[in-house]
Structures are given as structure tokens and as C-alpha cells.
């Protein structure tokens, strides 16, 4: 969090929101992850507050770069870009745009977020570092164009140290406004820019680890598995699953999403409250984060747990808590990597073929992180972070594949 202040372009409108930043900051919890109420849904500040910092700590603690915030009189747009690290190159991350109860929570929510993305390239092995946008979405009308313009401009003034993307509530119409302010986008409708079709993918090859690990098995024929949320991502990855044998169990908030789903492929539909206590071989979470937590966990009938989720562990203890249940857990942000490695081939305008093989990569990086849990008897998401942090720290400059790195 060096240079805060000599990082804000616009100083006076910095200083307007500063005092309302420092406020609710100093109230914040270490374990603030446990406020969110859901991954897409507004970030709320929780009452449970042990263990009280600043967010200067908690940024010195997990090392950040720099926090970057912009309010644009004009369109009324209020923006923080948050850059963890950019160690093995640009932080990609993509830009949120969605309601939140105060600016503090929107900087902490892209706080967190940018250290994520920081993990997630460097284990993919991707010459990316790690970055966040968040735009803070009004509750009452406003000028969306005039938004992402005022974004735009924003995010080239930092001048390639961050490149934004889609994320929850952004879509490739905003990212077309932005490109025209700066080249730093990586989401282009010309590009194909949705990556769910890679994250899918990046799932099945991590689904398909998880069964050769936990059962020894090749293939997925006839194996239950349990999908939660079939939107972008759970849709294409019923239909890679259904393809190669797999009987489904299905939920969604969305009942067309459901029927689709059991027309197309012959799943089975639970209800939304029941999806994660059915008998299954894998747990495909793909709707929510923090969906692990105290009151989940013991109703798991599951041994493995790989999905497309954000953030799925409520709290980092849940992922010893699995362990413990001799649960196989996918860590979330190395089993769903496939939308950044597929961002980063399209920005980087790499050879299909080099993507395809980081894409394939992802199985083989978690079949090394179950290895050493199980050897050293610790929590996959522990191991995950070790070698995240590993690679972060190592002397070399630029990013080495995964594969040599551990
Ligand atoms: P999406 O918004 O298209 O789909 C989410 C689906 O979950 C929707 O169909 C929604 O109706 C459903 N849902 C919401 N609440 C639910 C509930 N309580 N129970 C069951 N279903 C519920 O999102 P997506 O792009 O498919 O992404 C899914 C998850 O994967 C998100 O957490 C996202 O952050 C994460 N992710 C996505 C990508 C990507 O490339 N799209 C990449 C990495 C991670």
C-alpha cells in the first residue's frame, strides 16, 4: 500500500471520500471475508468483529502494491482499483459493478479480490500479477455509459499496471466503452471476450483430477455429481459432464436454467436449499461464495468438492475443517483458473494451442497440491496458498509454469 495518496490521480476528490475511508476501515475485521453475503451479492459490513485492524495492516500484512480510487464528479462514478502485486507482470482483474453498503466495503471488497487474482495467475504460471476493479453500483438511477467512460479513463491513467476485465455485473458493452478511453482491457467482444467456455473446461479437468486422486478412477461414467448454479459456467460444464457419462443433480434459483438443464442432459432437480446435502461423488459448487461454512459442512454426503465458485470457504479454517472430514477440496482459485488463463491468451494474443495446454495444466497442478496435503497432512486451500506465496516471493522476475515452480 505504498504511495496511497501520490496514487489517487484526482487528490481533491480523494481527500472527499478519505475521511469516510479511514472511518469504516479502522472497524474492519481480519476476517472480514466471513461479511460477505454472497459472492455477486452486495458486500456488507458484518457485525462480528473480532480481531480489529486498519486496512493499512491488513495491507502490509498481505503485502499489497497499490490502492488506487477515483470519483468522477461529472457522472457521479466512484471507482477503487487495487493492486496486490505485479511481480510476474500487469495485474489482470477483472471490474465489479455491483451494490455495496459503503466505499470502505468496496475497497476491501477489491482488496481481496486482487490478492486472489494474485494467487490464482501465479499457480496457473501466467506472466500476470494481481489486480482488482470495483465500480461502486448506485442504488437510485444513473448514466451507465457515462460510467464506464469515466472508468476508462481511470484505468489507463494507471498506465498498464493494471488491465481490467468482466466480472460480476460488467458485460462486454462496458468493456467496449472502456477500450475506447485505453488499450489496458482484456474482455473484447472481437476477442470472444466471455470466458466462461475456458472456466468450464477448467473445471472438468479439475473434476477429472480430483476422481483419479480420491477414487482412482479415469473416467466419470455413471459418477453423481451435484451442481450448484448453472449460469455461464454450470451450464457448459453439465454438458461436458453429461457427455462423457456423468448423472447430474441439479439446482437453481432459476427454474428455466433447471428445466433446460434436465431436458437437455437428464438431470435430476433438487431444490436450492438441498443441492449441497445430496448424495454424490463431487460437489460442483458453481453459484455462490462462502457456501462452506459451519452450518454446510457437517450436511456435505460428498468426497470431493471441485467447482467454479469464488471464494467458496466462509472462513480459511473451513478448508482444515474439510480436511479433517477427509473431503477432497479443489482449491477454488486454482480449480477455476481457466477464465484468466484464457484472458491472458487473448491481451497477450498467444497461440490457441499454448492456452489450450495452460488450460490442461490445471489438473496436473491440483494432483500436486493433493499430493503434498496429503504427504505433509494439511488442508489443500493451505497448500495452495503456500506455493501461491512460494512463487510470489522466489527471486525470479518473470512467471514459470506451475509445474516446475513446486
Ligand atoms: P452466473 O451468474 O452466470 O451463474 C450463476 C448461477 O447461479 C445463476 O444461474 C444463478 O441463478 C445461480 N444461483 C444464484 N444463487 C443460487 C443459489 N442459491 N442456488 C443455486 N443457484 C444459484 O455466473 P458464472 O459466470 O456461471 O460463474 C459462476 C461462479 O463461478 C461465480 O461464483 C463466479 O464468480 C465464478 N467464476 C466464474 C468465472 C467465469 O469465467 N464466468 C471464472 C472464475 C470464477
Known amino acids: 500500500m505504498t504511495e496511497l495518496i501520490e496514487h489517487c490521480y484526482d487528490y481533491d476528490n480523494y481527500l472527499r471520500i478519505l475521511p469516510e475511508f479511514i472511518k469504516t476501515l479502522l472497524h474492519h475485521d481480519e476476517s472480514w471475508h466471513n461479511n460477505i453475503k454472497s459472492d455477486t451479492g452486495c458486500f456488507k459490513q458484518g457485525a462480528n468483529m473480532q480481531n480489529q485492524s486498519d486496512f493499512l495492516d491488513y495491507a502490509l500484512k498481505h503485502q499489497f502494491g497499490d490502492l488506487h480510487c ?26 465489479r459493478f455491483i451494490e455495496y453498503d459503503n466505499s470502505a466495503s468496496a475497497t476491501l471488497d477489491a482488496m481481496r479480490l486482487a490478492r486472489g487474482m494474485s494467487f490464482k495467475s501465479a499457480v496457473a504460471g501466467l506472466p500476470l500479477g494481481g489486480g482488482k476493479a470495483v465500480i461502486i453500483k448506485p442504488k437510485t438511477p444513473f448514466d451507465r455509459e457515462a460510467y464506464f467512460h469515466a472508468f476508462g479513463a481511470f484505468v489507463h491513467d494507471i498506465q498498464g499496471q493494471y488491465i481490467t476485465a468482466m466480472d460480476s455485473g460488467t458485460e462486454l458493452t462496458d468493456m467496449a466503452i472502456i477500450a475506447q478511453h485505453t488499450p489496458y482491457v482484456a474482455s473484447l467482444a ?37 451442481i450448484q448454479g448453472l449460469g455461464h459456467v454450470g451450464y457448459l460444464l453439465a454438458q461436458h459432464l453429461h457427455s462423457l457419462g456423468a448423472k447430474l443433480i441439479v439446482a437453481d434459483i432459476n427454474p428455466q436454467r433447471v428445466q433446460q438443464v434436465v431436458t437437455e442432459f437428464g438431470a435430476q432437480a433438487v431444490s436450492t436449499n438441498d443441492i449441497h446435502k445430496v448424495t454424490c461423488d463431487v460437489f460442483s459448487p458453481c ?3 462462502a457456501i462452506f461454512n459451519e452450518k454446510t459442512i457437517p450436511q456435505l454426503q460428498t468426497r470431493i468438492i471441485a467447482g ?25 482459485y486454482v480449480i477455476n483458473a481457466g477464465g484468466v488463463i484464457f484472458a491472458c491468451g487473448k491481451y497477450f494474443h498467444s497461440d490457441p494451442t499454448e492456452t489450450e495446454q495452460t488450460l490442461n495444466r490445471i489438473g496436473k497442478s491440483l494432483t500436486e497440491i493433493f499430493t503434498r496435503s496429503q504427504q505433509e ?27 516446475t515452480a513446486v
Open 190 to 226: 472481437k476477442d470472444d471476450g466471455d470466458p466462461a467456455r475456458a472456466t468450464a473446461y477448467g473445471i472438468l479437468r479439475g473434476i477429472q483430477a480430483s476422481v483419479a486422486f480420491q477414487k482412482h478412477q479415469d473416467h466419470l461414467e455413471n459418477l453423481v455429481i451435484a
Open 70 to 95: 477515483r470519483v468522477d464528479p461529472k457522472s457521479g462514478m466512484r471507482a477503487i482499483i487495487a493492486i496486490h502485486n505485479t511481480k510476474l507482470g500487469p495485474a489482470l482483474g477483472g471490474c
Open 287 to 289: 453459484a455462490l461464495g
Open 377 to 403: 497432512n494439511k488442508p489443500t486451500s493451505q497448500i495452495a496458498d503456500t506455493i501461491a506465496e512460494e512463487i510470489l516471493q522466489s527471486p525470479h522476475e518473470t512467471s514459470q509454469s506451475f509445474a
Open 308 to 332: 467454479a465458485a469464488n471464494n467458496q470457504l466462509a472462513h480459511h479454517e473451513h478448508g482444515q475443517t474439510l480436511h479433517d472430514k477427509g473431503i477432497l477440496y479443489a482449491p477454488d
